[in-house]
């Protein structure tokens, strides 16, 4: 196994979607509380917003994979990282039961990943065909848009059993839903960028730059990312509560 080695501007990337993920959410609590009034479903301020975040997170997770093959990662250590990532998705669909019980996570961006690791490893040998096959696996979702609107046979695909895919004509009701397509494709691209960026010294060296200081506390954010997701919503939510309860 070759020596592992973190690229600090992987991290700060990850980081800065940790932010901005962080202040989403904050404002998410904000409206559940009634201390302010925003339609986080339709509002194009808040769905575009969240999906720029996933997106970053997914393309960063991509480079990372890029960068665990490249580094000679074995089986072992990925199954490690990945049941933590499952486990971590486990707990989410259970938290998020008990606070909307008609609306939880069954599918969310922890279950995403989850599933996207598998495929994204098994095809870290397509090399420049990544580019395409993460262009197709986003198209696929506009194309079964369609098929939706020309056949109603395919309203199965909208059932649970199924739309974990994403081939779906309607989004389904839950508190976050990241499927496999478009999603895959935003990882795949990530995993192509990565392979890319590590096929070259010149490149290489782009992610081997060392970060300012200023962008420290972004690298810790991004190496502890998986951490920080499962904490930051409990915390904040559980002290606005008892904000809002010690003024009521």
């Given at each position: 196994m070759r020596s592992s080695i973190r690229f600090d501007a992987i991290d700060a990337l990850r980081?800065?979607?940790?932010?901005?993920?962080?202040?989403?959410?904050?404002?998410?609590?904000?409206?559940?509380?009634?201390?302010?009034?925003?339609?986080?479903?339709?509002d194009p301020l808040w769905t575009w917003q969240r999906t720029c975040i996933v997106?970053?997170?997914?393309?960063?997770?991509?480079?990372?994979?890029?960068?665990?093959?490249?580094q000679g990662q074995s089986w072992s250590r990925f199954w490690k990282r990945w049941a933590q990532v499952s486990g971590c998705a486990?707990?989410?669909?259970?938290?998020?039961?008990?606070?909307?019980?008609?609306?939880?996570?069954?599918?969310?961006?922890?279950?995403?990943?989850?599933?996207?690791?598998?495929?994204?490893?098994?095809?870290?040998?397509w090399g420049r065909w990544l580019w395409?096959?993460?262009?197709?696996?986003?198209?696929?979702?506009?194309?079964?848009?369609?098929?939706?609107?020309?056949?109603?046979?395919?309203s199965f695909l909208n059932e649970r059993a199924f739309n974990w895919l994403g081939l779906i004509g309607h989004k389904p009701i839950t508190e976050d839903?990241?499927?496999l397509l478009p999603w895959l494709g935003v990882m795949w691209w990530g995993m192509a960028a990565g392979q890319w960026l590590l096929s070259d010294a010149g490149r290489r060296a782009w992610l081997s730059t060392t970060m300012s200081r200023?962008?420290?506390?972004?690298?810790w954010l991004g190496r502890w990312s998986l951490s920080w997701y499962m904490?930051?919503?409990?915390?904040?939510?559980?002290?606005?509560?008892?904000?809002?309860?010690?003024?009521?």
């Open positions: 980081g800065a979607a940790i932010v901005w993920m962080t202040v989403f959410h904050f404002c998410f609590d904000l409206n559940h509380l009634g201390w302010i009034r925003q339609n986080f479903y339709s997106s970053l997170f997914l393309f960063c997770a991509g480079l990372g994979q890029a960068v665990a093959v490249a486990v707990l989410v669909t259970a938290g998020s039961y008990l606070m909307f019980p008609r609306s939880f996570i069954y599918f969310g961006v922890l279950h995403g990943i989850a599933v996207m690791l598998i495929v994204v490893r098994l095809t870290a040998g395409p096959a993460g262009a197709l696996a986003i198209a696929l979702k506009f194309v079964a848009e369609y098929v939706h609107s020309m056949w109603a046979g395919a839903y990241v499927p200023g962008t420290a506390p972004l690298s904490l930051h919503q409990p915390v904040m939510i559980g002290a606005l509560m008892a904000l809002k309860a010690a003024g009521a």
